[in-house]
């Protein structure tokens, strides 16, 4: 028997990359249907050379992209066109420190935003800093590529971010053997379109790298409101000042969080989106 992780999936039929590092074509047992075992793309699995045979618990699980054992999410945003969206950002934050994945954001296509432009959304973004790694990056410049080439090694990574961010066009920025279909984006709907059609891992500078589709509306059916400000670092780092333990930092007397947004300390619009998505949550449960 064998082991390995699943780096493909394509209409039932599993690519499996050995300890070996020999590639494999198989499908899974049968018993795996009754059993409900569902390998994905990430899974460590056992295998003969007929069928997967195990497969190994997971760390984490992801359903939009459907990848399992993520270590990192690559969040790409654009500088512009699309326009850089700090409500998005802070959503595609939340939903990957709720899936314990490491987040590190990317900001793509700085050539096309003007300097002082520029120079005021990087103002913006030091914030982040404090308690993300974070990238500028543009196609066009191999010097900003190269620094997000160390980030992938030894790592799974997952590349996401809003649709026509520029993520398969990164990717072949990163690796020029990948020629990964990129869309172009729709000048009157101020998005693009979907260019990834298959769950797959790809084997880039020392890592593995998934290559999700945009997306355009984000869910957070497994986030609790309550346990919202759980998933903001900035937050639980001042939490332990809050009068009351299990701050909600909403209406809540002698809340920390709140008098440093009051001082400036916190990011405006990170503190009002916060407010905004606890109430989003509050109503999506009520609903279902």
């Known amino acids: 028997m064998k082991k ?16 070996d590092q020999n590639t494999y074509q198989l499908k899974p047992l ?5 059993r409900d075992i569902s390998p994905k793309v990430g899974d460590w699995v ?13 760390k984490n699980d992801l359903s939009r992209p459907p990848v399992v054992n993520v270590d990192q999410a690559i969040l790409i ?16 934050l939340i939903l990957v420190e709720a899936e314990e994945v490491t987040p590190i954001i990317v900001v793509s296509k700085v050539d096309l935003l003007p300097q002082k432009e520029l120079e005021e959304l990087k ?7 404090n308690y993300y790694k974070v990238y500028y990056s543009t196609v066009h410049d191999e010097k900003l590529i190269e620094p997000i080439k160390s980030v992938l090694k030894d790592k799974v990574s997952v590349f996401a971010g809003q649709t026509g961010a520029g993520k398969s066009s990164l990717l072949n ?14 000048k009157a709907l101020g998005r693009g379109r979907h260019t990834t059609r298959h769950s797959e891992l790809l084997e880039i500078h020392g890592g593995l790298v998934a290559d999700t589709p945009g997306f355009s509306k984000l869910d957070f059916y497994k986030v609790e409101a309550e346990y919202l400000q759980a998933h903001y670092p900035d937050f639980v780092q001042r939490s332990q000042k809050c009068r009351f333990r299990g701050c909600l930092h909403i209406k809540e007397p002698h809340c920390a969080v709140k008098k440093a947004y009051e001082n ?14 606890y109430d989003e949550i509050q109503q999506q449960k009520k609903r279902y």
Request: aromatic letters at 12%; a negative charge; zero cysteines.
């Open 123 to 129: 103002k913006k973004l030091q914030y982040y800093e």
């Open 4 to 19: 390995g992780i699943i780096i493909k999936l394509i209409a039932g039929q599993y690519t499996i990359k050995g300890e």
């Open 264 to 277: 400036n300390e916190i990011l405006a619009s990170r503190y009002e989106n916060y407010l905004l998505l």
């Open 30 to 34: 049968g018993v795996f249907r009754h």
């Open 77 to 92: 945003h654009s500088a512009l066109q699309p326009d850089f969206s700090f409500n998005l950002l802070d959503r595609f």
């Open 46 to 58: 056992v295998f003969d050379d007929d069928h997967i045979l195990e497969v190994k618990p997971r």
């Open 173 to 186: 920025a990163l690796d020029i053997s990948l020629s990964l279909k990129t869309g172009e984006i729709s």
